[in-house]
């Protein structure tokens, strides 16, 4: 067995409990452990005159301990330890709470380095617990860059670099180079062994960055190679070949006319289900794109060739306008339509699984009921999720695995750049609903600051007048003590909006909400019971409410412009001209930009693009809307360029070295596998 795989313990001052809290990080090798990169850095490397440290300033200064530390006891449990530290230029008092042992390693006469937050006071320095070493000591926690690792209870910071040190050590001559030397030498990267050492312990803040860019592009290229490999596995499969129909027949029968995006995506899936391999395929399509009559188009395929489809909703509202959409584009051809939710009866629910495996109907529209073991069918096709992001990847897969692979279409609201949905939902195959149903009214977007406040209000009594409803968005459900005062919690804005509005009837919804609780508050709004509906972000949701023409969002720049987007899409669903309303009371210029682009278009496109460029593509990757393993060092804010250099590099070498077999690429294809077997063997 190679060094890399050793258990963690093999490490000096690794015990049973320290094995433990690593192993809670996922960190049981020695691989795993340098693997575990820290973020963000200290620069420890000035070392500031004392007299010149500022209130506030992190920073290290270098003097001579003038007295014999003091240690006294204020009261049971809590002892100082009090010493004064003088340089060229001034004295330095210094305080330890509860670290009494340190008195016998400071002695008085003796010089070191000390690293802490200055606190200055009417002339007066002070620092409270700064670590230190005796000067001209090896460096470690002064005198450099220091990593700061993610961890958690039971370990330390100290005790994690002294682990990588001998971790790096142990390994130093099997550190392993997953990259060909051709792509290294081609892309002018950095060697593993420089990375691993100085992602660690960084030597400056360019070998630092060159070791990141370097690990960052080889994590990329092996997901790269993985989302390769897991896509020619599902290739080798065969799948149901429905027959040929006329898809013309379906669209003579609509109220409307398909748009071209939408005959072209309808294109795409039929050839895959025509193809004799299963689809696994995303339909990407901003809100009211139109992505439901693509959904019904496939149903009405695979109908034609005499096979079931089922749909999953993420709410049973949802599942019910879903039904009754489903109804008119299908039942005119005779299509047996069913429903299953949660608050069916017992045995409305028995009767459609009985029917559902007797073959009496050909689309089951439901929630998470769907997923149940005993939901079983005659003839399954086609597996269609809609508001994919909403349900957990092993939901997803078990409705796939209701047959043996069935056709399988996900639907996202999420526009996600090109470049960056290929890697996300790399798996799959995506198709993108670009283009919008004619005649729909963009919505007009304001940002305000809390001085229009009253003239918002009344906007909204003027629009509730009117017989609308309105949507206001908060970000967060109460105060928590965490956020400034001045965010806005959702209950709280209610109950103020009640005072402003007493003629008015507003309800809210947030996150503490039990889902039946919520349903029914989101019910009442659809029937338009409610004029006000105050909610943290749960109203993302794809539910339909025609009559709601304004959408307010409270602070807003806390939101992302695609999450922004999102909310915004609840509104200007029907006929009514409708309005969104950003406040924000930041005066940074560079969030006011952000909002301000909001302002601008109504393309989701091109919001999630201005969102990556100036987000950079951590964003996307953390949501964990996707079942892609966690990126250790890319999510950390790796930008676009890297990300699409090595995924360019990949293909390049993917399409030379098709099953990665060359002897230079054995090392990339066993991280490749090592890859997709941590991650279950799928990743979508
Ligand atoms: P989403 O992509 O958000 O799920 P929907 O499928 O709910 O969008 O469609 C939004 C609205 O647009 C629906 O009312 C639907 O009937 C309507 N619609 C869909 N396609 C067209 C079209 N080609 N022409 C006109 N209206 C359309
Ligand atoms: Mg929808």
């Known amino acids: 067995m190679s060094m890399l795989e050793t258990d963690v313990r093999y490490l000096g001052g690794i015990g049973e409990k320290k094995a433990q809290a690593l192993g809670k990080l996922g960190v049981f090798t020695l691989f795993a452990l340098f693997s575990f990169f820290p973020g963000p850095y200290e620069a420890r490397t000035v070392i500031k005159p004392i007299a010149m440290l500022m209130e506030n300033e992190s920073a290290c200064v270098r003097g001579m301990v003038a007295e014999t530390p003091a240690l006294s006891r204020i009261r049971r449990g809590m002892e100082l330890l009090k010493l004064r530290v003088m340089d060229d230029s001034g004295a330095l008092d210094i305080t330890y709470f509860n670290q009494s042992y340190l008195r016998d390693q400071l002695q008085k006469g003796e010089y070191y380095v000390f690293y802490g937050k200055a606190i200055v006071s009417g002339g007066r320095r002070a620092m409270t617990n700064p670590v230190f070493e005796r000067d001209g000591a090896a460096h470690t926690v002064t005198g450099r860059i220091v990593p700061v690792y993610p961890l958690t209870a039971g370990l330390s910071q100290k005790m994690m670099m002294n682990a990588a040190r001998q971790a790096l050590t142990a390994c130093a001559d099997q550190l392993p180079d997953a990259l060909?030397?051709?792509?290294?030498?081609?892309?002018?990267?950095?060697?593993?062994?420089?990375?691993?050492?100085?992602?660690?312990?960084?030597?400056?803040?360019?070998?630092?960055?060159?070791?990141?860019?370097?690990?960052?592009f080889e994590e990329f290229f092996i997901l790269a190679c993985a989302l390769d490999a897991l896509r020619g596995r599902r290739e080798e499969h065969s799948g149901i070949r429905l027959q040929a129909a006329d898809i013309e027949v379906f669209y003579a029968t609509l109220?409307?006319?398909p748009t071209g995006a939408q005959r072209r995506t309808v294109s795409e899936a039929i050839s895959d289900m025509s193809s004799g391999r299963p689809m696994s395929r995303l339909l990407q399509g901003d809100v009211g794109s139109g992505k439901t009559l693509v959904a019904a188009a496939c149903v009405w395929y695979a109908w034609k060739s005499g096979f079931q489809s089922a749909f999953m909703a993420p709410t049973e509202i949802l599942a019910e306008q879903h039904m009754e959409t489903f109804c008119a584009f299908l039942a005119p051809f005779g299509v047996r339509v069913g429903k299953l939710i949660g608050t069916m009866t017992a045995r409305q629910k028995r009767d459609v699984k009985a029917a559902l495996l007797a073959g009496e109907l050909d689309l089951v529209i439901g929630t998470h009921a769907l997923l149940s073991g005993d939901v079983r069918f005659k003839r399954l096709a086609l597996a269609i999720t809609d508001e994919q992001h909403r349900f957990g990847v092993d939901q997803r897969a078990q409705l796939n695995e209701k047959a043996d692979r069935p056709h399988v279409l996900f639907m996202s609201a999420t526009p996600i750049p090109r470049t960056l949905a290929l890697i996300i939902y790399g798996e799959l195959d995506v198709s993108v609903i670009d283009e919008l149903p004619p005649g729909r009214q963009a919505v007009d977007t304001f940002v305000v600051g809390e001085g229009y406040r009253p003239r918002l209000n009344n906007f909204i009594r003027r629009l509730v007048g009117e017989g609308r409803q309105a949507f206001v968005v908060c970000p967060m459900i109460e105060e928590s003590g965490e956020l400034p005062e001045d965010v806005k919690s959702a209950e709280n804005h209610a109950a103020q909006l009640e005072t402003v509005f007493p003629e008015l009837r507003v309800a809210c919804i947030h996150g503490r909400l039990k889902a039946k609780e919520k349903e029914a508050v989101m019910a009442g709004f659809v029937r338009g019971e409610i004029d006000i509906l105050v909610s943290t972000t749960v109203v993302e949701v794809g539910v339909d409410v025609p009559n709601a023409a304004l959408m307010i969002i409270?602070?807003?720049?806390?939101?992302?412009?695609?999450?922004?987007?999102?909310l915004r899409g609840r509104v200007g669903r029907g006929r009514h001209k409708s309005y969104c309303v950003l406040v924000s009371n930041s005066e940074g210029g560079e969030a006011r930009a952000r909002l301000k682009i909001m302002t601008q278009t109504n393309d989701g496109f091109k919001i999630s693009e201005e969102d990556l460029?100036?987000?950079?593509?951590?964003?996307?990757f953390g949501s964990r809307q996707h079942g892609l393993p966690e990126l250790h060092i890319a999510g950390m804010g790796a930008d676009m360029n890297i990300l699409q250099t090595a995924w360019d590099a990949a293909r390049l070498l993917l399409a030379e070295d098709p099953g990665l077999c060359k002897p230079e690429s054995r090392r990339l294809k066993e991280r490749t596998q090592a890859l997709i077997a941590a991650a279950g063997g799928r990743f979508n």
């Open 613 to 620: 460029r100036l987000r950079g593509p951590g964003e996307f």
């Open 180 to 216: 060909p030397v051709s792509v290294t030498d081609k892309y002018n990267l950095a060697q593993a062994r420089f990375s691993y050492e100085n992602i660690h312990f960084p030597a400056d803040f360019s070998a630092l960055a060159l070791a990141r860019q370097r690990l960052a």
């Open 554 to 566: 409270e602070n807003a720049e806390r939101f992302g412009l695609s999450q922004l987007h999102q």
């Open 255 to 257: 109220p409307f006319r």
